[in-house]
C-alpha cells in the first residue's frame, strides 16, 4: 500500500459550499405545484378519554382543503418491537403532543386557524406521571392491554454475580439516574407527501434509515413498501431523533391521498419540544464489587426506565443500557434486570449513545467512587481492567481491534498537562479533574439478522463516478467520506465522484444512519464496490494496452504500465473505449456487504458488531462554590477511531458529541409537572452555547481495525458517551461532591455544595 | 418452455390509466418555483448576414429576465459526424426559423412580446432552394467552408455491376423522389433546464435516445456529460424526430445559466412547423437489370439528397438510403453513388424508416414498372427473388430469420380476396391493387461498434420488482413490453413489476429508440437482467427450501417444488429471507448485453443488426378520374415480427405506421418558395385524418427470431416503409398511372389522368 492521497488527509465536505452559501435545499426549502400545508392538532392533556371531534367548523373555513381524523385513517398499529401506536388517536390521548387530528391547507396559517376550530370533547383522566407510579400496585393503565405498565423486560447474566460479591474486598452500591433531553437538532423535521398518478406514494423527508422508514410508513397505511419512494433532501442534524418515523409520517400522506394535492408538514419547534422522543431516562441501581488490588469483578444493575406513552425505539435501548458497558472491562461476572414501564409522558427513544450514555453514566462514575473509598488511582485501575484487543468479552464481542489502554494513558496525561491550579479567587473557584472511559458499537447486528450495507457505483462515459449508497448523510459528513473513500481505492480525485442523492427507487438497500455504523459498513460496501468496478476497468485497459491487468496502476485518474509509466489512457479513455464499443463493458458494481459478525443467541451472547470503539475523556472543570455553577474548562478527547478517514469529520463528531454531552451533563431536561411539559420551547429549554464551549484536546488512536475500510471504525456516538461522568468525577475532584442525577444544574449544586459544608461543619 | 402467460397475451399499457385520464404529466404539466418561460428568436430570412442584434429594448420590457445571443453562448459547434451548427447564430443564419437570439420571462406573453423588441440588422443574401441549385457550378454557398456545399458522399458497390447490366435480359431506368415531411407527433418538443446548487445540470426533455442527447448537449455547453442529468417525463410521439438534440436544448441551459432559475421552453406547433427537421429529400434514378424469368440481377442507384442547412442524421441517414434495399432481394450486383448537400433549408434528419423508406418507393415502384413492361406477375418476381432464412446478404447482413416470401405470399393472397369492382360510377371511380415489400432492422451498429442495451432489476423487500432501462419510452409502449418480458422471465404478474422512469443518473446505459432496436436488444437485456436476479433468488429459495435449485419453479409469484407442489414460498418471503438476513442477498442484477453481430467494415460490408424484419403490404385504392382523388381502401399488412410481445402494441405500430405512410404518400408536403415556407402550420400543412384511415388486415408472421427476447423483432419502423410503393403500385394497377414523386395528391392525380387521357387519344 502506498502513500494516501484521499483517505486521512484534509478534504472540504462536498456539499459545504452548497451549504454556506444557503443554496443546498433542506425539506422546507421544496415546494410543488398545488401543494398544501398539513398541521396537527395535538392533545393539551396527558392522558385523556376522546369522547368527541366535530370538524365542520373547520372544514367551513376558506383556504382548508381536508380535514382528517382517526376515522379516515387506516388504523394499523405500527412501531417498532411493540406496535402500540396508531397514526391518530381514537379513543384516548395519552401525553401531551398525541396526535388527534390534522388539516391540509393553502397555507400554513390558515392550516393553523382551522386546528382551532376543530372541537374535541375530552374526558380528563389522570396521568401516570413518573416510572415509580408507574409501577407502584394498583397504578393507572397507560395502554389498557398493557398489565402493570410494563413495555418490556431483561434479564442478563454472566457467570456467578452472587458468588463473586461474596469473595471481592469490597462491594458498593449507589443509585444513578439521568434525564429526558431532546436532540434539539437544527433543522425540524418533517415531510411531504405526494401520491403519483401510478398509485404510488412519493414521501420526500430526512429520515436517518430510509428503509426502516419506508417499511414503517406502508405498514401504518397498510401498503406494500415498494408503493412508497422516500426521497431525501439535505438534512440539518438527527442524532437519533430522525431515526424512526413519526406519525406525521402517514398522517402527510393520508391527508395528501384525502385532498388530490401534495402536501407538507414541518414541524415547530415547539412541536418538535413536545414530539421528538427525548433519551430513555432511567433510574439505575449498580452494584459493584472490587478487590483491593483495584480488579473489578462483579457487576449487577437495576434498571427501571421510562418509556413514555408508547414504544419506539426504548426497548432496544434498554437492551444497550443493559448490556454495553459489561464489555469495557474484563469483568468476571455481570447481571442486569431492566424494566421499560410506560407513562403517560413523551415516548423515549434513540439520541446518541442509544442507551449507553445512561449505563456509562452509572459505571464511570461509580469506578471513581468505589476508587476513592478504598483509595485507589481510579486512572490505574481503569488500565488494569481495561478490555483489549484480541478479547472476547463477557458478551461474546469479539474485539478484533482496541485502543483503550492507549486512550486511557493518553487522556490521563494530557488533562494534567497544563492544569490550573486547584483554586482561584481565595478559594471560590475550585479546580479539578476527571476521566471517564467509553465504549460502543459501529453497527448493530440486531433485530433482524444482517448488518451490513449495499453500494452500487458506475462509471459513466466520461470518467466520472457514480456512487450511490443507501446510508443517509444528516450533515455528519458520509457523502464525503465515501467520496474519499472511492477516490483512494480507485486512484481518482474526489471531484470526480459524485455520490449520488438518497432515493428508495434508486439507492441500493441499507440499514442507514446509527449505531455509528455509516463509515464502517457503508464505507465497506462502498470500498468493495469500487473496487470490483476497478476490476472490470483494469481488465479492459489491459486488453487496450496489451498488458496484463497486474502491471497497472491508476493514480490521478490515469491508468498505467507499472513498468513503462509512459504507457498510460485516462479513466475517460478507458470508459469510452469500455462502454461504445464491442466491449459492452458495464462498468457497473453492485455489492451487499455484511461484516463476519455472528450476532446474538437468546441469551444476547454474541459478536454483534462489525467493530467495536474505545475512547476516554479527561476533563478539567471550575466549580464556583457561591452559584454551584460548573464550567468545563478544558476536554482531552482519546479516541480509538480505527482509522481517520476524514480529519475535519472527526473533529467534528468530536466537537458535536462534547457539545452534546456538557449540556446533557450540566444543562438539558425536560420538565414536566402533571405530565404537562413546563418548557418545550428553546426560551426555557437551556442548551449550552458556544460560550459554553470548552478548548478540545483531541487525540486519535488509529488501531486500523480489519473490519472497517481503510481500518476505520465509527465516531459518531462515541464522543458523547464519556462526557458526562468524566464531568461529575472532575466535579468531586474540585468539591469532593458526587451528584448521581443529571442534570448537574447550578441550582443543584448550590445546595449539594450548601449540604456539603454543613455536613463538614457536623 | 411451458404455456406463455404474460408475453405474447393481451395486456393493457402499464400507464394507459395516467395517459387516457389526463394525469400523465407531459414536459409542460412540469413546473418548478422560480421557472422562467424561454422563447427563441428566429431568423425570417433563408440566408442573410447578421450585421447587428440590439437587445438593450427588449431587457427593459419588466418580466424579462435575460436576453442571450451567440455573445452569451459557449461557441462549440456540435451535431453529429459532422459538427457544423452553433447553438445560437453567429454571423449569419441559414435558413427560415435559424436560432438568432433567446428570452427567458417570468410568463410566455412576456418572453414572445420581448422577441418583439430585439432589432437586428440583417443583410439579405440569396437562398439556395434546392439541390440542382446546391451543386450548380458556381453555386453560392450555404457554409462558406463547404466546398461544392457537399456534405457527405458515398459509393457503394457489390459484384460487378457493369458487367451485369450487360448480361442481363432487360435493363431498366427512372427517376424518383420523395419530399419532405415532417414528424407532427401530438406533443410538441421542449426542454426545462436547471442548474442544481452542486453546479450539475438538470434538464426535464423527452429525448428518445438520452445518452447521445446527453453528450450532444455537453458537447454543444463544453461540459463534462456527467455533469448533466437527463430526466424524462410521459412522451407524447418522436417518430425520430425526438431522437437527436436541438439547439433549445443547450439555449434554455443557457438561459438558466444566465438566469439563475430553471427555465422552460416549449415548441409551438409553428416553430415545431418549421425547425422539426423533416425526412430528407431525394433524388434517385435507379436502374434495375433482369432476366426475363424475373430474376433481378443488377441495381444501381444514383441519389442527391438535401441536407438543408445544417447536418443532423441526414448523412446516416444516406447510408440507409443508399444500401438497405439490396438486401431485400437476392441481387447479383450492386451500386450506389450518394450525395448530401447544403441548401439553404430546414436541415433534414431521421424520420420512421430513417432513409430506408425513400429507396423502398423507388425500387417497389420500379420492380412493378418493370415487370408491367416484361410482362411478370410483380408477386412471383417478388417472391422469386426474396431473402430468405440463412441468407447472407449481398452487404453481409446474416438473416437468422426472415419471413419475406410468407408475408409476401399471404399479403398478396388477402388483397385478393373481397377485392371491390375494378370500376365503380360509370368508370369514374376506377380500383386497383398493389403490393410492396419492406425489410428493416432492429438495432443498428453504426458509428459506434456497440449496439447493445443495459438493464437493471432489482426486487425489494416485499418481493416487487423494479425494472432499469435507459430505452426510452415515446409512447409506443416499451415500458409494458419490458414488464411483459419481465413477467414472463420471472413469473410474476406484470402489475408487481415497477418500470422506472428514465434518468441518466440512474437508468442504465442505453442507445435509445431508434433504429426499431428497443423490443429486440432492449428488451433481451431485460430478459437477461431479470434471468440474472432469479438465478440469485432460486439459489436463495434452494437454500431456504433445502432443495436443489433445479427443481425449483417460479408461477404467479410463487416459488416451488416440481416434485412437491405444496413446498412452496411467496417471492415476497424469499426477498424478505434473502435481505434482511444473514444472506446479505443483493437480489440486484445489471447486464449490458450486444448482440452477437460484427458490424460493417469499412466497405460497409457487414452484419450489422441484432434482427432484420422484413414484410409486405398489399393495398387496395380508388381513384376519382375526375378529381384524381386517390382513396385507400383496404391494406393488408404483413410483416415478420419474430414474434409478438403485445398484440395491441404491435397492432398500434401498424395503425400508426399505415397512417404516417399514407400521410406521406398522398397529403404532406413542406412546401417553400424562395426559401420561405409557405405551409408551416396545421392550417395548411395537409396531414391525413381519421376519415382517411383504410380498413387495415394486420397478419402477423413469427419466424422466432434468435437473438430477440422470445423470439421478437422489431416493428416500429417497418409498418410505414412498404406503404407508399404499394399504393403507387395500386394506382397503376387502377388507372395505368405511374407516380413517381411523392407525395401523389389530387392535382397531381388530376394533371396525370388528363395526360393520361390526352396520350391514349394520340
Keep these: 500500500m502506498g502513500k494516501r492521497k484521499y483517505v486521512g488527509l484534509k478534504q472540504e465536505f462536498i456539499d459545504a459550499k452548497e451549504k454556506v452559501t444557503g443554496q443546498a435545499n433542506y425539506l422546507d426549502d421544496l415546494s410543488f405545484p398545488g401543494m398544501l400545508y398539513g398541521k396537527i392538532l395535538r392533545s393539551p392533556h396527558p392522558h385523556a378519554q376522546i369522547k368527541a371531534i366535530n370538524i365542520s367548523q373547520a372544514l367551513k373555513l376558506p383556504g382548508v382543503k381536508g380535514v382528517i381524523t382517526a376515522d379516515d385513517c387506516p388504523s394499523n398499529y405500527f412501531g417498532l418491537e411493540i406496535a402500540d401506536v396508531t397514526m391518530l388517536a381514537k379513543d384516548k390521548v395519552r401525553y401531551v403532543g398525541d396526535e388527534v387530528a390534522a388539516v391540509a391547507a393553502t397555507s400554513e396559517e390558515i392550516a393553523q386557524a382551522a386546528l382551532s376550530l376543530i372541537k374535541v370533547d375530552y374526558e380528563v383522566l389522570r396521568p401516570v406521571t413518573n416510572v415509580e407510579e408507574s409501577v407502584a400496585l394498583g397504578a393507572l393503565l397507560v395502554h389498557e392491554d398493557k398489565i402493570g405498565n410494563v413495555a418490556k423486560t431483561y434479564h442478563f447474566e454472566r457467570g456467578n454475580v452472587d458468588e463473586d460479591f461474596v469473595r471481592c474486598d469490597y462491594v458498593f452500591e449507589e443509585k444513578f439516574s439521568t434525564s429526558r433531553v431532546s436532540a434539539c437538532y437544527m433543522e425540524p423535521f418533517g415531510a411531504i407527501a405526494r401520491w403519483e398518478h401510478d398509485g404510488r406514494l412519493t414521501i420526500w423527508t430526512g429520515l436517518q434509515a430510509v428503509f426502516h422508514g419506508r417499511n414503517e410508513i406502508a405498514k401504518a397505511l397498510g401498503i406494500s413498501p415498494a408503493l412508497i419512494n422516500i426521497k431525501e433532501p439535505f438534512i440539518g442534524g438527527g442524532f437519533g431523533g430522525k431515526i424512526w418515523i413519526r406519525n406525521f409520517h402517514p398522517i402527510v400522506a393520508v391527508l395528501a391521498k384525502k385532498t388530490g394535492c401534495p402536501v407538507k408538514i414541518v414541524l415547530t419547534r415547539e412541536e418538535e419540544m413536545l414530539t421528538t422522543r427525548p433519551r430513555v431516562a432511567p433510574k439505575m441501581r449498580l452494584k459493584l464489587g472490587m478487590m483491593q488490588d483495584g480488579t473489578m469483578v462483579a457487576k449487577q444493575a437495576e434498571i427501571l426506565a421510562d418509556n413514555g406513552a408508547y414504544t419506539w425505539a426504548a426497548s432496544k435501548i434498554l437492551l444497550n443500557m443493559s448490556m454495553r458497558t459489561d464489555c469495557l472491562y474484563r469483568f468476571k461476572s455481570t447481571r442486569t434486570d431492566a424494566k421499560l414501564v410506560y407513562t403517560n409522558l413523551i415516548p423515549t427513544s434513540g439520541f446518541r449513545g442509544y442507551g449507553n450514555s445512561q449505563m456509562h453514566f452509572a459505571l464511570e462514575s461509580m469506578i471513581d467512587i468505589c476508587c476513592r473509598k478504598i483509595g485507589l488511582d481510579p486512572v490505574q485501575v481503569r488500565l488494569k481492567n481495561a478490555s483489549r484487543q484480541g478479547d472476547t468479552t463477557l458478551h461474546g464481542w469479539k474485539l478484533r481491534s482496541c485502543g483503550l489502554a492507549e486512550c486511557i494513558e493518553k487522556a490521563a496525561q494530557a488533562i494534567k498537562v497544563n492544569r490550573l491550579p486547584a483554586e482561584a479567587q481565595n478559594g471560590r473557584i475550585k479546580r479539578g479533574i476527571g476521566l471517564a472511559c467509553m465504549n460502543h458499537v459501529s453497527g448493530n447486528r440486531g433485530g433482524d439478522n444482517f448488518d451490513g450495507s449495499s453500494a452500487m457505483v458506475r462509471f459513466h462515459e466520461d470518467g466520472k463516478l457514480m456512487v450511490y449508497s443507501g446510508e443517509a448523510d444528516l450533515g455528519q459528513g ?240 462515541p464522543t458523547l458517551i464519556p462526557t458526562a461522568p468524566a464531568i461529575a468525577n472532575a466535579i468531586q475532584d474540585a468539591v469532593g461532591i458526587r451528584i448521581h442525577d443529571l442534570p448537574i444544574t447550578a441550582e443543584k449544586m448550590f445546595w449539594a455544595l450548601q449540604n456539603h459544608v454543613k455536613e463538614g461543619e457536623k
Tied chains: 1, 2.
Excluded at 483494469?538 to 509512459?566: C, F, H, T, W
Design 478 to 717: 458520509c457523502k464525503t467520506v465515501f467520496a474519499q473513500i472511492a477516490a483512494e481505492t480507485m486512484g481518482m480525485p474526489v471531484d470526480h465522484i459524485f455520490v449520488m442523492p438518497l432515493d428508495t427507487d434508486i439507492s441500493p438497500f441499507c440499514y442507514g444512519t446509527y449505531s455509528s455504523r455509516v463509515t464502517t459498513v457503508g464505507g465497506r460496501a462502498v470500498q468493495l464496490a469500487v473496487q470490483k468496478v476497478k476490476d472490470q476497468l483494469l481488465q479492459l485497459a489491459a486488453k487496450k494496452m496489451g498488458v496484463d491487468s497486474g502491471r497497472l496502476e491508476i493514480n490521478d485518474d490515469v491508468v498505467y504500465n507499472r513498468m513503462d509509466p509512459g504507457h498510460k489512457y485516462s479513466l475517460a479513455e478507458i470508459c469510452k473505449y469500455g462502454i461504445r464499443t464491442r466491449e459492452a463493458a458495464e462498468l457497473t458494481a453492485y455489492i451487499t456487504y455484511d461484516p463476519p459478525t455472528q450476532g446474538n443467541d437468546s441469551t444476547g451472547y454474541g459478536d454483534y458488531s462489525s467493530a467495536y470503539t474505545y475512547g476516554a475523556h479527561g476533563v478539567e472543570v471550575e466549580v464556583d462554590t457561591v452559584t454551584g455553577q460548573v464550567r468545563v474548562l478544558r476536554i482531552v478527547t482519546a479516541h480509538d477511531v480505527g482509522a481517520v478517514i476524514n480529519p475535519q469529520g472527526v473533529f467534528g463528531q468530536i466537537s458535536g458529541g462534547v457539545a452534546q454531552g456538557i449540556g446533557w451533563t450540566l444543562y438539558e431536561n425536560q420538565i414536566q409537572k402533571n405530565g404537562i411539559p413546563q418548557n418545550a420551547s428553546l426560551r426555557n429549554y437551556i442548551l449550552m452555547t458556544i460560550k459554553d464551549m470548552p478548548k478540545i484536546e483531541p487525540i486519535l488512536v488509529e488501531t486500523n481495525d480489519p473490519v472497517g475500510p481503510f481500518g476505520a471504525k465509527g465516531i459518531g456516538e
